[in-house]
């Protein structure tokens, strides 16, 4: 570890150096950051996840900065021309583009035009123009190389425009210049393909660079990708041209200066401009896509931690028109009982034997929940099952099906239903979503999922990162069932890898876990595996009630000293008595008297108060309904219930039962000022609205959260 990064990285993020530094230890020597958080609270003095995740990435960033200074350094001085000065200044940059423009003076350069004007022996004449000369004349000054003097001027004149640009001082100058002064100004291109008009705002912009909005940033880059307009820096050319003038012209009076001022304005325009307005806007991308990046992996964290409805039989319905609804009927584990496809819309029409199919189905497996995906034909399906399921116990819930389709024609949904069309898989994934939404979501792809913002407008790359770390982080805060998990959630589990979790699949096909330590017995479960995993793992089943809590192995033995300290046993722990008594227990005195840190003491406490608790089960219950609802049944001022389905920069989107989400602006989210809507919505969210406007013609209604 390197001591100074760790220095500058304390400052930078206001951690001391004595926690960032528990915690790199903690990284190298292979633990996770859900375990770090979780069981390393006294390492760390409980850094949480997001805390250590900024640990983990400023230090890598740090140290790949580093790493390209010592590089650098060692170009500079291969070519004998680093002094101490140079190498200062490198080093205390703080940023990669500080560090290129320190180095581009000496970077090997392609062919310019200053290498070839070089190459003509020119440079001693750029020498002498950049003395700034008093006495003699240009004439006088290229008689000595044998060309036209144009030709020459000209020329050398490139080598001091190239000159120019490599200085860093005056790059550094103009970059911030640029994006404090600059406009972004787009305009749309003749004979573009934008026929729906999607880029209309931007067919005549101009914003400020800095207080350009990210998701802007992001639209202006994809109708410029599409060819729909041109995009541009302006800046006040004339000051920058002024500003330079000063710093370079040392001598008003000499005859030169004209000429100087020439490869200014050519440095400025060919060099100089082109290629930091290219890095602005590179690093105006790159912080662009970071937010939505973040807009994204909130809206999946929350999605993923939605409430299932549990303790029913549950019927999916996948709707469509043509090849028709398909039913399936899963019981409250997600087994499936039965399959049924039926016609109730266009071209078929059969509404009558459809609602006999469905009540049927009802009646027969004591249904009392209807899952409809929100894709092709939901709001007639919607109205269809409104109108069959009336006089019967039994709601129904509108479900993001994003996803569906892509987890249905994978190998593991044809592992699972090989007998079964793709069709008939969703309507099962559909149906399973509203049980368990962890556990299905996470067999999709999270780009997949639909709760993104210019998702593919984004580095990939970095996008696959955040929402893996997303699911991981809300996996392992949920715990799986190490019986009834399958693939798709164990991978995400602490510590485990591929090869681990297809051991312990093939270990599951013919044997039980009875409990925790029986983890061990399987192919590729090292001590490291098992430490970094177990705690996330529960099986509930076990004799040992700890093997169904948040509790990690290497903490029983502290749990049986709080315990006897406590005077309780581990059997009475559902009492009234025992809870009350761990409810009113002193964690610092606990700790003092058993030895156990009172990180741990307070954890194992919240643990034994609800053994086995889902957090999810803390959460509302999602929004259940029974009667449609049109747009000619709102009114401006109604107050409806809805549910977020999605969250972005400008605002979020509600089901309310309609066909399309409304929307709710971020200006309409609060009476005092609102920078970010997550900061007051989060997806799967139940809230009370307000109907803002109707516009019945587009079939669009616009809500409030403020009540008038």
Known sequence: ????????????????????????????????????????????????????????????????????????????????????????????????????????????????KATEAIKMGLEPLAKKIMSFPTSGSLEELVKPYNMDKEVALTNAGYIISEWISDNAYYRGYIRK???????????????????????????????????????????????????????????????????????????????????????IKDSLKRLIIPSIERDIRSEITSVSEEKAIETFSSNLYNLLLTRGIKGSNVIGFDPAFRTGCKLAVIDMNGNLLDIAVIYPHEPKNDKIGSAKTLRELINKYNVKLISIGNGTASRESEAFVSEAIKGLDVKYIITNEAGASVYSASKLAIEEFPDLTVEKRSAISIARRVEDPLSELVKIDPKSIGVGEYQHDVNQSN???????????????????????????????????????????????????????????????????????????????????????GIHPENYNDAKKVLDYLKLDISD????????????????????????????????????????????????????????????????????????????????????????????????????????????????????????????????????????
């Open 1 to 112: 570890m390197n001591e100074e990064l760790i220095k500058n990285l304390s400052n930078q993020i206001n951690i001391s150096e004595k926690r960032i530094k528990a915690c790199l230890q903690l990284l190298e020597s292979g633990c996770t950051i859900p375990f770090i958080a979780r069981y390393r609270k006294e390492v760390t003095d409980a850094l949480n996840e997001e805390e250590i995740k900024l640990i983990s990435d400023e230090y890598k960033r740090n140290m790949n900065l580093l790493e390209r200074k010592m590089s650098v350094i060692k170009l500079i001085d291969e070519k004998g021309l680093m002094t101490e000065e140079l190498k200062t200044s490198i080093m205390n940059a703080t940023k990669l583009t500080e560090v290129e423009d320190l180095y581009l003076p000496y970077k090997e350069k392609k062919k310019t």
């Open 463 to 549: 996008l696959s990162d955040a929402l893996k770390y997303t699911v991981e982080s809300v996996v392992n805060k949920v715990g799986v069932n190490l019986n009834t998990a399958s693939s798709s959630i164990l991978s995400y589990i602490s510590g485990l890898t591929k090869k681990v979790v297809t051991s312990i699949m093939d270990y599951k096909v013919k044997n039980k876990f009875n409990t925790r330590e029986e983890l061990k017995n399987v192919k590729g479960v090292t001590p490291k595996v098992y430490e970094q995993a177990i705690g996330f793992l529960r099986v509930p089943t076990s004799t040992n009630i700890l093997d169904n809590t």
């Open 573 to 708: 722990i559902y009492k009234p008595e025992f809870k009350s008594t761990l409810t009113n227990a002193d964690v610092d005195k606990v700790s003092s008297e058993t030895k156990v840190n009172a990180y741990t003491v307070a954890d194992i406490i919240k643990e034994l108060l609800s053994p086995g608790l889902d957090p999810r089960d803390e959460l509302p219950i999602p929004f259940l309904k029974s009667n449609i609802l049109t747009i000619n049944d709102l009114t401006v001022g109604m107050e409806l219930t809805g549910t977020v389905r999605n969250v972005t920069s400008f605002g979020a989107f509600i089901d309310i039962g309609l066909h399309d989400d409304a929307l709710v602006h971020i200006s309409k989210m609060s009476k005092s000022f609102v920078s970010d809507a997550k900061d007051i919505l989060s997806v799967g969210e139940i809230i009370k609205c307000y109907v803002d406007k109707i516009d019945k013609e587009k079939g669009k209604v616009n809500l409030s959260l403020i009540k008038e």
């Open 177 to 263: 210049f640029m994006y404090n002064t600059g406009k972004i100004v787009t305009k749309v291109k003749k004979n573009n393909k934008d026929q729906n008009k999607t880029y209309e705002m931007y067919y005549d912009f101009s914003e400020p660079v800095k207080y350009l909005k990210h998701y802007r940033c992001l639209a202006i880059n994809r109708a410029e990708k599409e060819g729909v307009i041109s995009v541009k820096i302006e800046i006040l050319l004339d000051k920058v041209t002024s500003w330079l003038e000063s710093k370079i012209i040392k001598n008003a009076n000499s005859f030169v200066v004209d000429t100087v001022k020439v490869s």
